[in-house]
């Protein structure tokens, strides 16, 4: 008697029939791949730790100088990891100067829109030097640095000395707000009388009259005359 045979299960083909098809998985890796993180979200992340860690920041220098401020410190209380703040900004010296720059860049907003918002061209002089000269009462770092208050300076000379950057920024601003009230005078004149202005305004920030208002009538003729001047 031949034996019984046990029956053979049968084989499963792949879509061509050829051969078998595999019954799990044949690698022990992921079986899909991470998704990247958007472009858009990447940059919005960052703009949020930036704005994070400059806030943070400004509160720190204002409240005990930014010569005592310690990166560390730094980093716990703006909630964040001390190397994310290395990979954005560097090292301490680069975050002083991005916060300077940042407190700056809302001062030169402010002036910005009191250009916008004044009636005609000598209003909008008037009103940029007075909200240039205000700064030093409306941003609570900026009063830190040019009063020194904790016995630290350590800020000061980029209010000063080493202020070409804000300068040529708000140069730029007050020029082309100049151009658009006085389209036919030279462009090299309008921007010599931004630079010359700018210049002026910080100079008064910086070192203040007792009298406001006398410095801001000051400059203001002294742009008319400029104006005036190049239109004979």
């Known amino acids: 008697m031949t034996p019984a045979t046990t029956p ?11 051969g078998p098809t595999s019954t799990g998985p044949t690698s022990t890796g992921p ?10 979200l990447r940059a919005q992340f960052r703009e949020t730790l930036r704005e994070r860690v400059l806030e943070t920041a400004s509160a720190a220098a204002t409240e005990q100088g930014w010569g ?18 290395h990979r954005e900004f560097g090292d301490k010296e680069a975050v002083a100067h991005a916060l300077v720059a940042h407190e700056s860049d809302r001062v030169i907003a402010e002036v910005g829109q009191a250009l916008i918002d004044a009636p005609d061209w000598r209003a ?11 700064a030093r009462e409306n941003h609570p770092l900026i009063h830190a640095v040019l009063t020194g208050e904790h016995d630290d300076v350590t800020l000061l000379p980029q209010l000063t000395t080493g202020s070409t950057a804000i300068i040529a920024r708000a140069r730029v601003m007050l020029s082309t707000w100049l151009r658009g009230h006085h389209p036919r005078l ?8 931004a630079d010359v202005l700018v210049r002026a305004a910080l100079s008064h920030l910086t070192a203040p009259e007792a009298d ?21």
């Not at 053979?8 to 050829?18: A, K, N």
């Not at 079986?31 to 858009?40: E, L, N, S």
């Not at 909008?124 to 205000?134: E, H, P, S, W």
């Not at 406001?212 to 004979?232: F, I, N, S």
């Open 68 to 85: 005592q401020v310690r990166m560390a410190d730094l980093a716990r209380r703006a909630g964040v990891s001390r190397s994310a703040i």
């Open 31 to 40: 079986t899909a791949r991470t998704r990247p993180v958007p472009v858009g």
């Open 212 to 232: 406001r208002e006398l410095a801001v009538a000051r400059l203001q003729r002294l742009a008319v005359r400029l104006m005036v001047a190049q239109r004979v």
């Open 124 to 134: 909008g002089i008037a009103a940029a030097l007075r909200t240039t000269m205000a």
């Open 8 to 18: 053979r299960r049968p084989t499963s083909t792949g879509p061509t029939g050829t």
């Open 186 to 193: 030279p462009r090299p004149m309008l921007d010599d009388a």
